[in-house]
């Protein structure tokens, strides 16, 4: 299970700037993404329990969720294999004439993959309304940042694609909300794709079996201390949003909902094993 | 003017049935777009989409940077999107560098998410042409054992055209391997109305009481050749074109062999793990019982496709191969 401990803003961030008719193509921890999108925790967890009632049926499970009608693609394991599909899907906005966006990312190590470069190539040649992001949380599994590629920022990988590559802070919800806000609008435009570096620190083991004991503990400890949630309440409460016991009432709200979908999600029915067998192959195609 | 001439006028080449198909498919339905290297100004590498531009425009006929993967990417989000995307590998052999998108992405994403993808990529494929190991590949076997990917590979021109009008209709990935050595070689005169092939069915393009061979694309010709040789042995041979990779019309070839009692497995890709190999299992599966002597197959051997020309043809099928198979089979 891959989980955003440290990294929520970015998912929050990016998906509250767009528009209800765009189309994201999330990575493997933009659990907020769904959430944004409306993907309940009842059928969040369904999927996770391999039940009927998750949005694959138990075809898929973990984050690989996905649904047309509410503008999400279902993520590949093989990371960076949905950036060149994001690209189509803003390619299909481009040549049906229709001012949506596509947003889609991939991890650090993600952006090794020539599916990434392939992607971010052909986006920016057609100059497509998509926005590309990298949450760069210094980890690729156990391999640090400096096995991986060669330079410091990953947004310098823009520039060999002739788009822009911006630096932000993706443990600030806001910084993230308007960046992106200012990507989509000019992918929007026509102006063509935008490369974001969203800059973090993964808080958890790669997967939760991993303790990780490769990051080093100081590293950790000074990131502890710009956590994106924290930060986000601080600057709610600075502008005069909300205070402890407001955060408290949404804390303890979200927990109920969180329980309802458990129990939701633990009632509902497991598939039947003969169900393996269906939709290997469509019967009719949609228009979306 | 006689008729024969009126005739032979409306003949066209397999090459020429599948740009027909294109551009018949692409007025019909303004959601079909094509995409590839070299398809738009040149033309593409064999002349197919030629002028298709200068009719369609651009965004219609796009030629697209040097990448494989990428390219058949971006088709897979467009199809998810309700377009209807034909993308061209200048040749099949190059279907390598999209092998994750087209295998991890395109087939599995409607099994996983319920959500089609009705794309149809086109592949030139074969040898015989003398292209050496990286432009002469049959990579279908490949595919073949992908599910969620439908494959097609046409031997005429009136299947090429009607084969390829299905797979652009169809909502799901198709992979259309058109034959590199059919492309001039041979001609017909086709329909002047709409017609499709439907997937998933095969044809006996020559019914005999014999021996079944059981073959597709270019071979098909190489198995009525040698049929034309054994009829004058008596020997009367039955010459099944798959036409349809996956889903394989299992009824037709059944069938078949419950006639004749004999099989012979032929294809133009290599020997282990091909086609033929699994169509051989079925038989032993299912017909069992009904054969009169061991399944044959007749399939290159497992090497890459030679360039120089006495090893090209010696890795090649034979009509001559076919015929000494047949003969063995004969005796039984
Ligand atoms: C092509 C591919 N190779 C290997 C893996 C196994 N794997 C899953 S996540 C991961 C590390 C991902 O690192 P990064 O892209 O930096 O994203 P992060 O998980 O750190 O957010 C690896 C190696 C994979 N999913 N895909």
């Known amino acids: 299970m891959y989980t955003s401990y440290g990294m929520e803003a970015i998912a929050i961030g990016y998906a509250s700037a767009l528009e209800r008719d765009d189309v994201i193509a999330p990575f493997h921890r933009d659990m907020g993404a769904f959430l944004i999108r409306g993907f309940t925790p009842g059928e969040i967890l369904a999927q996770y329990l391999g039940k009927r009632t998750g949005p694959s049926k138990g075809k898929d499970g973990n984050v690989h969720m996905g649904d047309l009608n509410r503008g999400v693609i279902s993520f590949v394991s093989h990371l960076a294999d949905n950036l060149p599909v994001a690209t189509g899907i803003a390619l299909a906005f481009k040549i049906r004439g229709e001012r949506r966006v596509t947003f889609t990312g991939t991890g650090d190590g993600g952006t090794s993959r020539g599916d990434f470069h392939e992607a971010m190539n052909f986006a920016a040649v057609r100059k497509l309304p998509v926005v590309f992001f990298c949450n760069n949380n210094q980890y690729a599994y156990s391999t640090p940042q400096r096995l991986q590629m060669a330079i410091h920022d990953v947004a310098d990988r823009a520039k060999a694609y002739g788009m822009p590559g911006e630096i932000v802070d993706g443990n600030d919800v806001a910084a993230v909300y308007l960046a992106s806000t200012r990507a989509i609008a000019r992918a929007r435009a026509g102006e063509g794709p935008t490369f974001l570096e969203f800059k973090t620190m993964r808080m958890h083991g790669h997967s939760e079996h991993d303790p990780a004991k490769y990051v080093p503990r100081e590293l950790l400890e000074e990131w502890k201390k710009k956590d994106p949630i924290l930060k986000a309440e601080q600057l709610l409460n600075q502008l005069g949003y909300g205070a402890d016991a407001y955060f408290h009432e949404i804390g303890e709200r979200v927990k109920k909902e969180v329980e309802a979908g458990l129990e939701f999600a633990e009632q509902s029915p497991l598939p039947e094993g003969p169900e393996v067998l269906e939709g290997v192959f469509a019967e009719e195609a949609g228009s979306y | ?324 198979a047949a003969r063995k089979l004969a005796a039984y």
Not at chain 2, 257 to 276: C, P, Q
């Open chain 2, 1 to 324: 003017m006689t008729t024969e001439t009126v005739q032979r006028q409306q003949e066209v080449t397999y090459l020429e049935a599948i740009s027909q198909a294109l551009d018949e498919e692409m007025t019909r339905d303004e959601r079909v777009f094509l995409m590839g290297e070299d398809i738009g100004a040149y033309g593409g590498a064999f002349k197919i989409t030629e002028g298709f531009l200068q009719k369609y425009g651009e965004w219609r006929v796009l030629d697209t940077p040097l990448a494989e993967s990428g390219f058949v990417g971006a088709a897979i989000g467009a199809a998810l999107m309700g377009l209807r995307p034909v993308v061209e590998m200048q040749f099949a052999d190059f279907i390598s560098c999209a092998f994750d998108q087209i295998t991890e992405v395109a087939a599995k994403n409607h099994y996983r998410w319920g959500a089609a993808v009705p794309m149809v990529i086109r592949a030139p494929f074969g040898g015989g042409v003398h292209g050496g190991p990286f432009h002469s590949e049959c990579p279908e076997g490949w595919f073949f054992h992908s599910p969620g990917l439908k494959i097609v590979a046409p031997s005429t021109p009136y299947d090429a055209k009607g084969l390829l009008k299905a797979a652009i209709r169809d909502p799901n990935p198709v992979l259309y391997f058109e034959h590199k050595f059919l492309y001039r070689r041979i001609k017909a005169v086709l329909p002047s109305e709409d017609y499709i092939v439907p997937i998933g069915k095969a044809d006996v393009k020559r019914a005999g009481n014999d021996i079944s061979v059981i073959t597709y694309s270019a071979m098909v010709h190489l198995a009525l050749e040698a049929a034309q040789v054994l009829a004058k042995e008596d020997i009367d041979m039955e010459v099944v074109d798959l036409r349809t990779l996956i889903p394989l019309d299992k009824e037709t070839i059944y069938g078949s062999v419950r006639k004749t009692s004999k099989a012979i497995l032929l294809h133009e890709d290599n020997k282990t793990g091909g086609i033929g190999a699994e169509i051989a299992a079925l038989l032993a599966e299912e017909c069992f019982d009904y054969l009169d002597g061991p399944i044959l197959r007749i399939a290159p051997p497992d090497t890459p496709v030679p360039f120089s020309t006495p090893l090209e043809e010696y890795f090649h099928p034979k009509t001559s191969d076919i015929v000494s």
